[in-house]
């Protein structure tokens, strides 16, 4: 079996998208997910199954909920070692801020054009890093406050993000590997 990480974008944000964390995991139950668990309302679900295809994983519980709720919700899959290769490569964990830190996850790896015309936008005092298909986060103030938020990147790369706070990313790995 292999355990997956969930991460829906834009779901339980204001009143759109509105899903209840237990009728999100009898979904994933229902699919025959097995060991089904749930963290904070955000959308982020840990899981077992026999090991699949990441994007037709995903396909699966989007139809899914479609069918269920009635409403889109792009959702993105990881592995534990998804989850540590993202974690290892953050730059900002010797940073005071680490409270201040919030990684991106990219439903793609963004077009270099793309991310070279991003460079030429002045963020400061915040800071942010691309590694692949992740976008690390550093704020000066914080996120709620910032231009530099999932929104932004996700206009200006062109592509499709979900964004979780340092504390959350850490905790789903831990969750991950305990089930």
């Known amino acids: 079996m292999e355990t997956y990480i969930s991460l829906l974008r834009g779901i339980n944000v204001g009143a759109q998208k509105k899903i209840l964390m237990k009728d999100l995991k009898a979904l994933y139950e229902a699919l025959g997910f097995e060991k089904v668990q749930t963290y904070i309302q955000s959308g982020n679900v840990l899981f077992q199954t026999k090991k699949q295809d990441k994007e037709?994983?995903?396909?699966?519980?989007?139809?899914?909920?479609?069918?269920?709720?009635?409403?889109?919700?792009?959702?993105?899959?990881?592995?534990?070692?998804?989850?540590?290769?993202?974690?290892?490569?953050?730059?900002?964990?010797?940073?005071?801020?680490?409270?201040?830190?919030?990684?991106?996850?990219?439903?793609?790896?963004?077009?270099?054009?793309?991310?070279?015309?991003?460079?030429?936008?002045?963020?400061?005092?915040?800071?942010?890093s691309i590694s692949d298909k992740a976008i690390y986060m550093c704020y000066d103030t914080s996120y709620g406050t910032s231009k530099m938020n999932n929104n932004f990147f996700e206009t200006k790369l062109k592509l499709t993000a979900t964004t979780r706070n340092w504390k959350t990313t850490i905790k789903l790995k831990e969750l991950a590997e305990a089930l």
């Not at 990881?78 to 974690?87: F, G, H, R, S, V």
């Open 56 to 128: 037709m994983l995903s396909r699966k519980v989007e139809k899914k909920i479609k069918e269920v709720y009635g409403f889109d919700v792009a959702l993105l899959h990881l592995t534990i070692p998804d989850m540590e290769k993202i974690i290892a490569a953050n730059p900002y964990l010797a940073s005071e801020k680490i409270q201040s830190l919030y990684v991106a996850f990219l439903y793609a790896i963004p077009e270099t054009a793309k991310m070279e015309l991003l460079k030429k936008i002045d963020l400061t005092p915040d800071q942010y």
